[in-house]
């Protein structure tokens, strides 16, 4: 059975940091695990991925502020652990942020026909930037 669990949101300044963990359990240990974000009124955005080997990729309107990390010391008993380094936060990045992992990094990343179908979700954790 496979879980996603997000923590970290929370309130921060511009200019602020958080952290966002997601706890993938029952997983395979070289799926890929993205984080998505989706604010009111509009469409839901990848802001970063990194698949099983360590490759990573991060959208264009956070590189620079944002990094993806993994761990994956606890992977071959099913748990992989996926940060989201905030740094110098501004109000647009405001939203609801999303962990999804699945085996193929296609379904986490732009510009593959199933980007988006990712198999798994978690149920998100609010970041409010003022």
């Known amino acids: 059975h496979v879980q996603l669990v997000e923590s970290g949101g929370g309130s921060a300044q511009s200019g602020g940091t958080l952290r966002l963990s997601c706890v993938v359990s029952g997983a395979q240990f070289n799926w890929a695990v993205g984080w998505f974000r989706e604010a009111p009124g509009k469409k839901r955005e990848a802001v970063a991925a990194?698949?099983?080997?360590?490759?990573?990729?991060?959208?264009?309107?956070v590189k620079g502020r944002f990094s993806i990390s993994r761990d994956n010391t606890q992977a071959m008993s099913g748990t992989i652990l996926t940060y989201l380094q905030m740094n110098d936060l501004e109000p647009d990045d405001t939203a609801r942020y999303y962990c999804a992992a699945d085996q193929l990094w296609g379904r986490l990343w732009v510009g593959y026909p199933q980007f988006g179908q990712a198999k798994y979700w978690g149920q998100g954790t609010q970041v409010t930037v003022s």
């Open positions: 990194i698949d099983g080997d360590g490759t990573t990729d991060v959208a264009d309107s």
